[in-house]
T-cell receptor, first 112, second 115 residues
């Protein structure tokens, strides 16, 4: 089945630093989404991307839908302690009812 | 604000009992809802797609008689874990879309612990 390769698996950074994480797939996706999950809670949508090449920002977060439709990255600028959490990329396959395939997550730790 | 409400947030039950988890769409009708399962430190895995008024579609390897899904109204889907065993202990999360072109939003999840 389709799989997403998300990297890095974890990151330990200093407050104020920029962060970058990405996802790649061997298959094409129609939609790429980025979620953040805090412990014991459901994922919260950060950014949704619908068109190849699309670059979208949400505050300090920027994400891009790769031209090949097989990859996406998420950047966080000037990280702050509340950015701590697990970030998941997710892709929606063509023809699906809306269900998503998730990457394995990037655990972000921010040192004040 | 919240798009999806999930209840309960935590449940502890004894082995052999059944547990029902509710997922409600808030302020919109959801003809389709999705149920995911997440093991500790792992990613989300789709279990089944819940369709209002018809049978749910289960992913390969998910026992439909074990995980009963009912989507009797346009705002409510329920997942019942029947005859629960310790290996069913997990984080169950429902999700849905508020419209055709909207992204998937998730409930806050239900932490199930089977003793």
């Amino acid at each position: 089945g389709q799989q997403l390769n998300q990297s890095p698996q974890s990151m330990f950074i200093q407050e104020g630093e920029d962060v970058s994480m990405n996802c790649t797939s061997s298959s094409i996706f129609n939609t790429w989404l980025w979620y953040k999950q805090d412990p014991g809670e459901g994922p919260v949508l950060l950014i949704a991307l619908y068109k190849a090449g699309e670059l979208t920002s949400n505050g300090r977060l920027t994400a891009q839908f790769g031209i090949t439709r097989k990859d996406s990255f998420l950047n966080i600028s000037a990280s702050i302690p509340s950015d701590v959490g697990i970030y998941f990329c997710a892709g929606q396959p063509g023809g699906s009812q809306g269900n998503l395939i998730f990457g394995k997550g990037t655990k972000l730790s921010v040192k004040p | 604000g919240a798009v999806v409400s999930q209840h309960p947030s935590r449940v502890i039950c004894k082995s052999g009992t059944s547990v029902k988890i509710e997922c409600r769409s808030l302020d919109f009708q959801a003809t389709t809802m999705f149920w995911y399962r997440q093991f500790p430190k792992k990613s989300l895995m789709l279990m089944a797609t819940s369709n209002e008024g018809s049978k749910a579609t289960y992913e390969q390897g998910v026992e439909k008689d074990k995980f009963l899904i009912n989507h009797a109204s346009l705002t409510l889907s329920t997942l019942t874990v029947t005859s629960a065993h310790p290996e069913d202990s997990s984080f169950y999360i429902c999700s849905t879309k508020s419209s055709y072109n909207s992204p998937l939003h998730f409930g806050n999840g239900t932490r199930l612990t089977v003793t």
